[in-house]
């Protein structure tokens, strides 16, 4: 994908022991959905034609989102499809995650997985990117003391980081090791002890722009993977889906049976990580 474009698109920690399930209610009254509509979404930019004059699947999956935010909130269901047949752990999603939320050392919201099988010189290796599963239904915030993690009525999992105390329970919740815990790092603290000039630079998620700092919130709090809810609600696909070189990361609205990830859905090989715990996880996998 020309660099041009990828530019437009994208601009184990300790924990506590699990307290007992405290069930929030209400959620959706006390988070209000920021959204984005409208003339404002970002246009779609052009995008060569796909093989076989088709229309490229970046262009596909814009197109879904953009018909996705017409709708009401409660009626949209994001989800994500990865073919792990066509990763290569190239780390090309982790690093844009990186750097679209301004982590920190130690916060990864979308590591690559790396297994081997066999035995030299018969040796094969399988990458599988692990973000957030956002749950159906998430043990994470059922574990949650003061409702600071939250389901949003999309679906989306998400953390308040004024309400989060960093007692961690949801990290030990989470069945996919999904969730950090912010310590306070920064790259600095390594490079001579001085912040660097990107650590100072607010992050955009949940549409705060908020800038990292010691004694406040992001740090001292659980974070995680929201599928760049903030990229989702003006137009913009998340970026780890626009920046993976080898177009295996589909996006796009579940509940539309129209939508790229909704036909890819239907084939036989797909799979999902866990599906014994009954968490029912929006993150698919074809294999």
Same mark, same amino acid.
């Given at each position: ?125 399988? !990458? ?7 749950? /159906?239904? @998430?043990? #994470?915030?059922?574990? &949650?003391?003061?409702? %600071? =993690? ?76 929201? !599928? ?7 137009? /913009?696909? @998340?970026? #780890?889906?626009?920046? &993976?070189?080898?177009? %295996? =990361? ?38």
């Amino acid at each position: 994908m020309p660099q041009n474009l990828l530019n437009k698109f994208s601009s184990d920690v300790f924990a506590g022991l699990v307290a007992p399930a405290l069930k929030p209610g209400g959620l959706e009254a006390v988070h209000p959905a920021f959204s984005i509509q409208g003339d404002e979404l970002t246009p779609i930019p052009d995008i060569p034609e796909g093989i076989n004059g088709e229309k490229h699947y970046i262009q596909r999956m814009m197109e879904d989102l953009q018909r996705a935010l017409q709708k009401p909130i409660e009626q949209r269901k994001w989800g994500m499809l990865i073919d792990l047949r066509k990763c290569t752990g190239c780390n090309g999603c982790n690093i844009a995650c990186v750097t679209e939320n301004k982590l920190p050392p130690g916060i990864s919201y979308r590591p690559v997985m790396t297994e081997t099988h066999g035995t030299f010189p018969n040796v094969s290796r399988r !990458f599988t990117p692990r973000p957030c599963m956002q749950c /159906e239904e @998430p043990p #994470c915030v059922d574990v &949650c003391p003061v409702n %600071a =993690t939250w389901k949003r009525a999309d679906g989306i999992v998400a953390i308040d980081y004024d309400k989060c105390i960093g007692c961690r329970y949801c990290i030990t919740a989470c069945p996919y090791a999904a969730r950090s815990f912010d310590a306070g790092y920064f790259y600095g603290d390594f490079n001579g002890g001085e912040r660097q000039p990107y650590e100072l630079l607010p992050s955009p998620e949940y549409g705060e722009e908020r800038v990292r700092e010691e004694g406040s919130s992001p740090i001292g709090n659980a974070r995680k993977c929201n !599928f760049c809810i903030h990229r989702i609600e003006r137009g /913009e696909l @998340p970026a #780890c889906t626009v920046s &993976c070189f080898g177009h %295996a =990361t589909y996006f796009g609205d579940l509940n539309d049976p129209q939508s790229l990830v909704s036909e890819l859905l239907s084939q036989p090989n797909v799979m999902r990580l866990k599906e014994e715990l009954g968490t029912n996880p929006k993150v698919y996998y074809l294999v």
